[in-house]
């Protein structure tokens, strides 16, 4: 009894396979009748008949074509098969059309379906992303008790055109996957074909009403004594005016016609003559800038001598040269088009269920070296690495179940060399595969290059960063260093002075006096150095702050005016000081900064001036905010050079270009000045010419007082 029970159980299921692959033959049938009639006609199927084959072949109770608008980035439903008409009529009452729906474009569901043709879901909710309300859908599940939801993808080449929606009530699950996804692959080349030839036929109709709008060529030809009449577009339309193309005897203007044209024309243009018929001729004439232009003549015998022999001919000519070279692309993309798999670039492999290449294409024989016909004799895996073939699963009949996959693999030329390689497989019918192979080995090199080299990259910043630190922390101990010594020295300094001061208030001879003026002098200049390579060091230690206080602006200017007058006056130069009437009265900032600005700038123009004058103005523009002071320096002193100018505010340095008499100081100057002037929020300008003079200006922010 129960060997009975399993013989029927056999008997089933092969009775179930047979009329399976009955069905999948009709199927297979009906999809070449659509694509017969596509080839025909030019023309996709209806729509309906699409989505209800595709209901039919996948077993699905509910199938929505839903096509992408590109114009307006929404998706719109454009065929429905299998819901009962009383739903259709009451969605219809419910003002809710299924059929011309427009549904926004979701992103989250456009990321669900991306990275495979096929997608299923299970259930509704889980598909519709953030396109339908959740309670609603939810309702719809509940009261229509559905499933399984399967999204296939209608692609045109890497662009999404829409997609099939096919919904299962509950417990069902979709059929015939590999069949539905190569009848989506069919129906997008049918809409993308149509597509191009509407649009073709858009663009004829187009030229066509421009042609009507616009005036066109008219001739009258004379059989009998070949005299010729056109009018002006005629001329224009090849380049040239009435006048140059005289005489217009036919003779005239038929070296222009090109020289492969030449038969055809005039055997079509003869026989209408001869017979009286209507002719239409397409020709190339030569243009006057040298290229040809494509002409169409249309015309006929309009009067006859009295013995029957054609004497008048009348007709148009229009530039057809736009549409030829239409004509010409669209006949060029068809052959493109048909001779796609042995012209692309990517290597193409069909192969049998059990791995046997079965055709190859010229760029995949050249990635392996082999050709199609050594290929029809080998396995993949023989052309694999034998560590990498053995490890796998290829030829060990899992590729029954293998369905549409991307991917890198290493592949194995016929000279042995080993190269990378990027694959596309997807599945044709049950029995065969294609694969969309791209030789990436040279990528793959310049990836390991371009790795190598960010690991050496990243060893060099990590040396840098440290030799930056112990840069930054010596700078910083030399900074301290001269700090403290900037200390020790200046403490017994002031002491010396002092003394000196002292002993100036003794009785002193002439001689003594002058002795401890000089002294004086050279003690000052001592500090004043010792001074300026503190405040250097401050700033390399980012320690030198602004002391702000409110000041009388005016006051803290004519302090440090006072010693300039008396370094202008031991120098027999003229010190001219022009004080604007505008200056406030009161600013907040730092005053003992601001007087170091004018001593620094003035003292420079006094030390290198030998002769002439030096003039200092000071004047303020005002904003809501601030007073912009502007210091301007101008001196008559030897000048320098563009050379001088841009190392001049480099730390330590001295103009050694001749451009000035003598060096003095430190050479910090400068350097300190324009950082004082950064840290007030301002800016320093200096332009000289040699022999002429230099003119320093400042501009600085002091702050309003409340």
């Not at 069919?186 to 809409?191: C, D, H, I, R």
């Not at 560590?387 to 290493?410: M, R, T």
């Not at 003594?512 to 250097?536: C, G, K």
């Not at 004047?619 to 502007?630: G, I, M, S, V």
Request: glycine share 6%; with cysteine.
């Amino acid at each position: 009894m129960v060997k009975g029970n399993g013989n029927h159980s056999t008997d089933r299921q092969q009775f179930n396979d047979i009329t399976q692959q009955h069905h999948e033959k009709e199927a297979l049938k009906q999809m070449m009748v659509f694509n017969r009639q596509f080839m025909e006609t030019n023309q996709a199927p209806d729509l309906n008949e699409i989505i209800a084959f595709m209901r039919a072949i996948t077993g699905a109770d509910y199938a929505f074509l839903n096509l992408l608008d590109e114009s307006t980035m929404e998706v719109v439903t454009e065929a429905v098969a299998g819901p009962p008409e009383y739903l259709m009529k009451m969605s219809s009452l419910l003002g809710f059309q299924l059929v011309g729906k427009r549904w926004p474009y979701d992103q989250a569901r456009r990321a669900a379906i991306e990275t495979s043709n096929l997608t299923t879901f299970n259930s509704l909710q889980e598909s519709m992303g953030n396109v339908f309300p959740a309670t609603l859908v939810s309702l719809l599940e509940k009261t229509l008790h559905l499933g399984q939801v399967a999204v296939i993808k209608i692609n045109k080449m890497d662009q999404i055109m829409g997609e099939f929606t096919l919904i299962m009530h509950k417990g069902k699950s979709l059929i015939n996957q590999e069949l539905a996804d190569l009848f989506a692959s069919q129906v997008g080349l049918f809409l993308d074909r149509s597509k191009n030839l509407q649009d073709l036929e858009d663009e004829r109709n187009r030229l066509n009403e421009i042609i009507q709008a616009t005036h066109v060529a008219i001739w009258e030809y004379n059989v009998q004594t070949g005299e010729n009449d056109y009018n002006d577009r005629w001329a224009e339309m090849l380049g040239y005016s009435i006048s140059e193309l005289q005489p217009t005897d036919a003779q005239a203007w038929r070296h222009m016609i090109h020289p492969d044209d030449l038969k055809k024309a005039y055997s079509i243009f003869d026989e209408a003559a001869e017979k009286g018929s209507m002719f239409t001729v397409e020709f190339r004439m030569k243009h006057k800038a040298g290229h040809w232009v494509w002409v169409e003549d249309r015309g006929k015998v309009v009067s006859r001598t009295n013995d029957g022999k054609p004497l008048i001919m009348r007709g148009t000519r229009t530039d057809i040269t736009e549409r030829k070279e239409m004509e010409l692309a669209l006949e060029k993309n068809e052959q493109a088009y048909r001779a796609y798999v042995d012209k692309s670039p990517l290597g193409i492999f069909v192969t049998d269920h059990e791995t046997r290449y079965l055709r190859a294409n010229p760029a995949g024989c050249e990635m392996t070296g082999y050709t199609e016909e050594e290929l029809k004799t080998m396995k993949v895996i023989d052309l694999l690495p034998p560590e990498l073939g053995a490890a796998g699963k290829v030829g060990k009949g899992e590729e029954k179940d293998l369905g549409p996959v991307s991917g890198e693999y290493i592949g194995l030329r016929k000279n042995g060399e080993r190269y990378w390689g990027s694959i596309h497989i997807a599945r044709i019918d049950e029995n065969q595969l294609v694969a969309f192979c791209e030789d990436i080995t040279q990528r793959k090199q310049v990836e390991e290059k371009l790795q190598e080299f960010t690991q050496l990259l990243e060893q060099k910043n990590q040396q840098l960063e440290a030799a930056l630190g112990q840069a930054k922390d010596a700078n910083e101990a030399k900074s301290r260093y001269l700090s403290h010594m900037n200390h020790e020295m200046r403490t017994p300094l002031n002491g010396f002075i002092g003394f000196i001061q002292l002993l100036e208030t003794t009785p002193l001879d002439e001689e003594q006096a002058e002795f401890l003026h000089n002294m004086q002098q050279a003690a000052s200049n001592l500090l004043a150095i010792i001074n300026n390579v503190l405040d250097y060091a401050k700033i390399e230690a980012g320690g030198i702050k602004l002391n702000k206080r409110v000041f009388c602006l005016e006051d803290e200017i004519q302090i440090a005016f006072a010693p300039l007058r008396s370094l202008a006056i031991q120098k027999h130069l003229r010190l001219e000081i022009t004080l604007a009437n505008n200056l406030p009265h009161q600013a907040l900032a730092d005053p003992d900064r601001l007087r170091q600005i004018i001593l620094n700038l003035g003292g420079n123009a006094i030390k290198f001036t030998e002769k002439g004058e030096v003039h200092i103005a000071i004047h303020c523009e005002e904003t809501a905010e601030h007073h912009h002071l502007k210091l301007v320096v101008e001196d008559t002193g030897p000048g320098m050079t563009q050379e001088t100018l841009k190392k001049l505010f480099r730390p330590f340095y001295q103009a050694d270009d001749g451009s000035v008499s003598q060096s003095k100081g430190t050479g910090l100057g400068l350097a300190i000045t324009r950082e004082l002037v950064e840290l007030m929020g301002g800016e320093i300008k200096i332009t000289s010419t040699p022999g002429v003079g230099t003119r320093v200006e400042v501009n600085v922010k002091l702050a309003r007082t409340t």
